[in-house]
């Protein structure tokens, strides 16, 4: 039967008239302009030529094509697209829980929430809650700042009761926490028992005697955001505060006597300054990543005011001086060269295109990062 069939390729069980190939990218560009209702989808591609009974088989069947929620949609290699589909399908803000749970596939949840927020695509809407940008509405600021900007509206002070109302209808956050922000650094009482922005005037930036790309254990990504590394110890483990170099905490926007509050779904993160940065306990973060002595956190604060973070167990013994070097500023994958390894520490450490060897070395050096040195240097011990 098949040799009487000609003008046909058979692919996968289907016997497709011309190319199969031809027919599928014309199947994937029905979609590229967004999700379409199922019953919508199989009318248009039986416009290929395709019999209705079929349509919808063929459309499962067509790489890079996903059949969620009732609808067809695009279904790209990337997670940051795939959030993007599974967001336009909803049609309302989701946790990162919920977008995890409807990709289905391989991507850990601290992932997707750092893409969520690294993505202009995305529109952080509430506590933990993402949209896209495309709709519109108010971004999530973390308390401090959503007060300010109440106080803004307002004219320049507001009524506390009237704030409380206005940010407790609109997000998941606290009476308590509202008014424990508004009681705290940043604010102050006018006459009348309203509030206001404490201190007025701006200030010049506090400029500390290194900034980040001279600070150790501080990295920068491919997006151009710096990351401070934390190497896990017993008293984070017990939930101790610790130091934060003042280059990364000035990075920030810190300056002495200020005080940062990041927002994690485990619970906020408060950074203080007073003789110098310190970061409060970061307990339920490692709790949530399992981590144990000797593994590394990664963090940084988005310009929303959430604590973003990247896990890194510690690396295996076994593994080359160079990649345990490469370990230590969040890089794991394969590098072909010792001279590929210089280049991703140098970029990771701020220092231009085309730089040496010896100058990522002395960088190092200055820097302070004799860890880092130690597998790359023999005369470092």
Sequence with gaps: MRTLLTGFEQVDGWLVAGGADELREKTRQLFTDGPRPLPEAVSLVSQLGLRDDVAERWIMAVPHLRVLDGHVVAWPRSVNEKAEAVLAISGIPLTPEEIQERIGEDYSLVGIRNQLT??????????????LTRWGGEQYLGIREMIAREIERAGGEASVNTIVTNLTTRYDVSESSVRAYAGGPGFERTQRGWIRVAGQEVAEPYQPRRDVSETRRCFRSRDGRWWHRVDVNAEHLRGSGSPLPTGFAAYLGMAPGGQLTASAPSGDVVISWHNQPTMGSIRPVLVE??????????????DGGELLTRFLQSAAPSLPPLNRALHLIGYTAPVASE??????????????????????????????DRDILAFLDPVVQ
């Design 289 to 302: 990543f399992g981590a144990q002595e000797g593994d590394h956190i990664f963090l940084t604060v988005s």
């Design 339 to 368: 001279a590929e390894g210089a280049r991703l520490i140098g970029a990771r450490i701020g220092l231009a295109e085309g730089t040496t060897r010896d100058e990522v070395l002395s960088r190092l050096r200055e820097r302070g």
């Design 118 to 131: 690294a993505d202009d695509r995305f529109l952080r809407v509430d506590r933990n809650k993402y949209g």
